[in-house]
């Protein structure tokens, strides 16, 4: 039996069997799980049974739908992978070993759906209890609240917003300007926002793998990457 797990940080908020056909998601009362956060839409999401797959699906939302980082309209769902909404995480969970899986989908725009084959995504997901990798970036040029940060959750926002980790200044500076997702194997970063994000000096419009030195630049903040021993 599939599940999710409502998860704000570190602290599960409620275990949900995803029984039914359909699961809403939304800050209103009739949906089937209530996000109370004004950053969510009142139908914000909904996870659809499709045959043995499980299906998220953004209803027109006005903050978007994050899966593992990417911004979607339709993602098939693997074990392991956290959907962003709002402030708040939703973990999916399955034990059922799918016999014919969709192909592996590298590169794919923001808009299309997201397929991944579960033994790919047994490869690339990594367990929350078990991140190796500890890395971090430092503020080379432009103010950010901190001059360090160490990126230690699954999932850090870099943006305006009041939920970011990375907290960006400016008028002009998006709420959500760049997801970094933290997994076994290391780190990668992917564009939220309509301002460009520069990495080495070219421009980056989808996932890319972080590695040590590397310089990110967004909304007008330099900073450095780095991988602890």
């Known amino acids: 039996m599939a599940k999710v797990l409502l998860k704000f940080k570190d602290a ?13 998601i939304g800050r ?15 139908f914000h999401a909904r996870i659809v049974k499709e045959g043995e797959y499980f299906v ?4 027109n939302s006005l903050n978007g739908t994050f899966v593992d980082g990417k911004k979607i309209s339709k993602a098939v769902l693997n074990n392991g992978d956290v959907i962003l909404i709002g402030k708040h995480t939703v973990n999916f969970i399955t ?3 799918d016999k014919q899986a969709g192909p592996s989908v590298r590169g794919i725009s923001m808009d299309e759906t997201m397929v ?16 190796e990798a ?26 305006k917003d009041d939920s970011a980790v990375i907290r960006l200044r400016g008028f002009f500076a998006p709420k959500v300007a760049a997801l970094v997702n933290r997994r076994k194997e290391g780190y990668f970063i992917s564009p939220s926002g309509k ?6 000096g070219e421009e980056v419009n989808q996932r890319y793998d972080l590695k040590d030195g590397d310089i990110v630049e967004v909304a007008g903040v330099k900073m450095q990457f780095y991988l602890k021993e």
Do not use: H
Not at 28 to 42: A, E, H, Q, R, W
Not at 56 to 59: A, M, Q, R
Not at 118 to 131: G, H, I, N, V, W
Not at 195 to 200: A, E, G, M, Q, T
């Open 28 to 42: 209103k009362s009739d949906n089937d799980i209530v996000i109370d956060n004004i950053g969510v839409s009142g």
């Open 12 to 24: 599960v908020l409620k275990e949900i069997s995803l029984e039914k056909e359909i699961t809403t």
């Open 134 to 159: 500890l890395g971090g970036f430092i503020i080379i040029e432009g103010t950010t609240d901190m001059g360090e940060y160490e990126l230690k959750e699954r999932v850090t926002t870099i943006g």
């Open 95 to 97: 034990e059922a070993q």
């Open 195 to 200: 301002k460009p994000l520069k990495i080495n």
């Open 116 to 131: 991944i084959d579960p033994r790919d995504q047994e490869k690339f997901l990594a367990s929350t209890e078990k991140l």
């Open 56 to 59: 998220v699906e953004d209803l």
